[in-house]
T-cell receptor, first 115, second 115 residues
Framework: QQQVKQSPQSLIVQKGGISIINCAYE??????FPWYQQFPGKGPALLIA?????SEKKEGRFTISFNKSAKQFSLHIMDSQPGDSATYFC??????????????FGKGTHLIIQP | EAGVTQFPSHSVIEKGQTVTLRCDPI?????LYWYRRVMGKEIKFLLH????????ESGMPNNRFLAERTGGTYSTLKVQPAELEDSGVYFC?????????????FGEGSRLTVL
C-alpha cells in the first residue's frame, strides 16, 4: 500500500514555464512534507519543506502548496530552467514515537525542461 | 565539509553471493538512515541508527539483511545471500537532529545488481 502517491511520473515543460508536481497522502498523522531533488548520479537533496500549519511556502522559484483537508500538496517551479531538469520526490513523515520513523517517499517525477 | 559517502558506487554480484555496502555519514551526525530504491519504485526506508543503536529497523526486508554501526561512526549493510529482488540503489542518509526536525543529507547511493 503506497502511502504517498505522486504524479505525474514524467513531465516535460518549456523553459520559462511553470512545472507542477502533485502528491497525495493517506495518513493524517503525517506532519512534515519535504520535497527532494535528485540529479543523475547524485543522492536526493532537500529542496523545500512544509508543515501543515501553513498552506504555502515559497523559496525563490519553488513553492509548496498544501491542502490539509484534501490531503494533498504540490510543488510549483516558476520560470522553469533547463538546470531544473531532475527527478523530484515528495515525501512525508510523522512526529510520533514508535513505528517506522523514516520518510515515506513518492515514486518520483522525472522533469525535463526544454530550452 | 565532506558529505555522506558511500562505497561501492556500483556492485554486480551473482545470486547467492554476499555484498557489504558501507556508509560514512557527515561527521558529528548521530542519526544515520538506510533507504533503498528498486527501479521505478519509491525510495523505501530500511532502518535508522542513533549513534550505534538501531532506533527503528522496521523497513528491513528480511533476515538476509544485516546493518551495523560499530562505534557510532560508519555503517555497513550486508546482504547475505543476495537474491535477484535485492537489486536497486541503496541510499544512506545522515542528520544532526532527528528526522522530523532536521534535514536529511543523502549519499550518492550504492547501486546493487544481482544476476
Amino acid at each position: 500500500q503506497q502511502q504517498v502517491k505522486q504524479s505525474p511520473q514524467s513531465l516535460i515543460v518549456q523553459k520559462g514555464g511553470i512545472s507542477i508536481i502533485n502528491c497525495a497522502y493517506e495518513n493524517t498523522a503525517f506532519d512534515y512534507f519535504p520535497w527532494y531533488q535528485q540529479f543523475p548520479g547524485k543522492g536526493p537533496a532537500l529542496l523545500i519543506a512544509i508543515r501543515p500549519d501553513v498552506s504555502e511556502k515559497k523559496e525563490g522559484r519553488f513553492t509548496i502548496s498544501f491542502n490539509k483537508s484534501a490531503k494533498q500538496f504540490s510543488l510549483h517551479i516558476m520560470d522553469s530552467q533547463p538546470g531544473d531538469s531532475a527527478t523530484y520526490f515528495c515525501a512525508a513523515s510523522m512526529s510520533r514515537g514508535g513505528g517506522a520513523d523514516g520518510l515515506t517517499f513518492g515514486k518520483g517525477t522525472h522533469l525535463i525542461i526544454q530550452p | 565539509e565532506a558529505g555522506v559517502t558511500q562505497f561501492p558506487s556500483h556492485s554486480v554480484i551473482e545470486k547467492g553471493q554476499t555484498v557489504t555496502l558501507r556508509c560514512d555519514p557527515i561527521s558529528g551526525h548521530d542519526n544515520l538512515y538506510w533507504y533503498r530504491r528498486v527501479m521505478g519504485k519509491e525510495i523505501k526506508f530500511l532502518l535508522h541508527f542513533v549513534k550505534e543503536s538501531k532506533q527503528d529497523e522496521s523497513g528491513m526486508p528480511n533476515n538476509r539483511f544485516l546493518a551495523e554501526r560499530t562505534g557510532g561512526t560508519y555503517s555497513t549493510l550486508k546482504v547475505q545471500p543476495a537474491e535477484l529482488e535485492d537489486s536497486g540503489v541503496y541510499f544512506c542518509a545522515s542528520s544532526l537532529r532527528s528526522w522530523n526536525t532536521g534535514e536529511l543529507f543523502f549519499g550518492e547511493g550504492s547501486r546493487l545488481t544481482v544476476l
